[in-house]
């Protein structure tokens, strides 16, 4: 049973439950970009995004990488175990586009020699900026073999479902991770996977069925996601 709001951002509310250790997260329609420089709303957009999310998690966890995810509840909400967050977001990237186009001079579209894990600093005010490893120790935000660990279960995240979506045509150009900790102290992938956090890409015509459509004015942008959750195997109403 839903209870108590613990937190609500861009995309999701976050609520307490009855159930000792879980929480409830409910996806939003509202949308944001550049920081929240840009809102507005994406129609459907919260049960399009609970429901690829749900399906990634499942995936990801029959190939053993846990996450933070239970079950999905209904169209918009899902049950998820109780963490806290690591306020850094790690980026993995197979083919040059956004901020990292724009930094190294790359054309966009340009296939990576190797991928690439860039850190974050999860923090609104400063902008999210981009940290290394000794920023991280500076800041006390996370242990060494922590770190060690968020950059091993990107890159096999990574692999999963880079393979996986090639299955469905698509690219998997680059996407933003979010882990949590337990009070065991196990580290878990949290957050949410959807066209709001990855940049996917059709691989024939390289058209863009993400949040850049909403990002850079393309239109389309409500079509762009139920694309991606039919090519997923799902149905849209």
């Known amino acids: 049973m839903k209870k108590?709001?613990?937190?609500e951002g861009k995309a999701k509310r976050v609520y307490q439950t009855d159930e000792p250790g879980?929480?409830?997260v409910d996806f939003k329609d509202d949308a944001t970009?550049?920081?929240g420089e840009k809102k507005g709303t994406i129609t459907g957009k919260g049960r399009l995004n609970?429901?690829?999310s749900s399906h990634f998690f499942?995936?990801?966890?029959k190939q053993g990488v846990p996450s933070h995810f239970i079950r999905q509840i209904d169209e918009r909400q899902m049950l998820v175990k109780q963490v806290k967050i690591i306020p850094i977001e790690v980026v993995v990237r197979n083919i040059a586009a956004g901020s990292l186009a724009k930094r190294l001079g790359l054309a966009e579209g340009t296939s990576l020699k190797s991928t690439?894990?860039?850190f974050y600093y999860k923090d609104d005010a400063l902008g999210d900026p981009l940290i290394?490893?000794?920023?991280i120790r500076t800041l006390g935000i996370a242990q060494e073999d922590q770190v060690a660990e968020l950059e091993q279960q990107a890159l096999r995240i990574n692999e999963v479902l880079e393979n996986y979506l090639f299955t469905k045509g698509l690219l998997l150009v680059d996407f933003k991770l979010e882990f949590g900790v337990t009070s065991e102290g196990q580290v878990l992938l949290a957050d949410e996977i959807s066209p709001d956090t990855c940049?996917?890409?059709d691989a024939s015509t390289h058209e863009k069925l993400d949040k850049d459509r909403f990002r850079r004015e393309l239109g389309s942008v409500e079509e762009a996601y139920q694309e991606i959750w039919q090519r997923l195997g799902g149905t849209t109403a």
Not at 58 to 61: F, I, K, P, S, V
Not at 132 to 135: E, G, Q, T
């Open 4 to 7: 108590e709001l613990l937190y």
């Open 22 to 24: 879980c929480y409830l």
């Open 33 to 35: 970009a550049f920081n």
């Open 50 to 52: 609970n429901a690829i």
């Open 58 to 61: 499942e995936l990801l966890a």
């Open 116 to 118: 690439v894990v860039e």
């Open 132 to 135: 290394n490893r000794s920023h």
């Open 199 to 201: 940049r996917f890409w």
